[in-house]
């Protein structure tokens, strides 16, 4: 259980910062190096670099408490979840028929995977 606070941890603190960089390269096209230099010195976007690099710490933390093959999968799901679930509500991405039957798709396998990695650990 606590690998999986763990992997959510991760999740949240890795999209929030991938969500900060987005919502920060809106109307952009990064075609200059002044406008790389000034992206990159950003405070919003230095401190989403931060929440990524403390995701990395996080699911290091993860992969101690538990098997490869749960954390990865596990993790990737709650991920790719906040991704979408982000990218609808902030960045008004569209989502259709075939959108949300892969996302189903995808997050059924990766709940098999960690049910499976469960019974045989």
Excluded: E
């Amino acid at each position: 259980m606590k690998a999986v606070l763990y992997c959510a941890l991760y999740a949240l603190l890795n999209v929030s910062g991938a969500a900060i960089i987005k919502w920060n390269l809106k109307g952009k096209a990064l075609t200059s190096l002044n406008q790389w230099i000034s992206l990159l010195l950003n405070v919003q976007v230095i401190g989403a670099f931060a929440l990524i690099f403390v995701s990395m710490l996080v699911i290091f933390k993860a992969l101690s408490s538990a098997n490869f093959t749960f954390v990865i999968p596990v993790s990737a799901g709650i991920n790719f979840v906040l991704t979408i679930v982000a990218g609808y509500f902030i960045f008004k991405d569209h989502l259709n028929l075939v959108s949300f039957i892969g996302f189903t798709l995808i997050i059924s396998g990766i709940i098999l995977l960690s049910l499976n990695n469960t019974q045989h650990a």
